[in-house]
């Protein structure tokens, strides 16, 4: 069975500050996305890793990717307000080859404070 | 262009009442899933279907069943509530290509009192 593990759970930081997002998985994949969701809202497709090495970045978020570790982080430079949200990783193992049978972390809830 | 569509967006259900939660996407996508989310959870997939016709059970699938009978269009029916299904319902979907993420609807808010 699948385990995703987000870490950490909860995270308060400063406006400015660098921080990164921890997510391992238990089995074999190499395709793993990334979400955001706002309270009450939807989820919001951020990045979408799908190789060994795969690094992906857009604005003060980048996403990385190691298979063999079965580890992926998401590396926040220079938080602003408006980064606070929950950030989901997701890993499909299924056979389609593509996002069809997501396994969720428990999310991570950041908070950025003036 | 609308994406995937969820009715209805709030609900309040009885104990044994029983409900369909709608979903509909226009992109033409193959794959549609259905996933809960409980308070301090991720999500977890309750049922998926891999095209019109065929459909499989995620992780959580009791109490609930599914039907795809048109590529459009993946409703949820609770068969009898029970408080334990009071949750938030997001139904997603996605293409056939490996380097696109699943679509999620804005989801469907569901009480059971």
């Known amino acids: 069975e699948l385990k995703v593990e987000q870490n950490p759970l909860f995270l308060s930081m400063q406006e400015g500050k660098n921080y990164t997002i921890y997510c391992n998985y238990s089995t074999t994949s190499d395709r793993l996305y990334w979400y955001r969701q706002d309270p009450g809202k939807s989820l919001e497709s951020l990045f979408v890793?799908?190789?060994?090495?795969a690094v992906k970045q857009e604005g003060r978020l980048m996403a990385s990717l190691d298979t063999k570790a079965r580890l992926s982080t998401l590396h926040i430079t220079a938080a602003v307000h408006d980064l606070s949200a929950t950030y989901f990783c997701a890993v499909d193992i299924s056979d389609t080859g593509t996002a069809s049978k997501l396994t969720f972390g428990t999310g991570t809830r950041l908070q950025v404070t003036l | 262009n609308a994406g995937v569509t969820q009715t209805p967006k709030f609900q309040v259900l009885k104990t044994g009442q029983s409900m369909t939660l709608q979903c509909a996407q226009d992109?033409?996508?193959?794959?549609m899933s259905w996933y809960r989310q409980d308070p301090g959870m991720g999500l977890r997939l309750i049922h998926y279907s891999v095209g019109a016709g065929i459909t499989d059970q995620g992780e959580v699938p009791n109490g609930y069943n599914v039907s795809r009978s048109t590529t459009e269009d993946f409703p949820l029916r609770l068969l009898s509530a029970a408080p334990s299904q009071t949750s938030v319902y997001f139904c997603?979907?996605?293409?056939?290509?490996?380097?696109?993420?699943?679509?999620f609807g804005d989801g469907t808010r569901l009480s059971i009192l």
């Open positions: 997603a979907s996605s293409s056939q290509y490996s380097n696109q993420p699943q679509h």
């Open positions: 992109m033409n996508h193959e794959y």
């Open positions: 890793l799908l190789s060994n090495g």
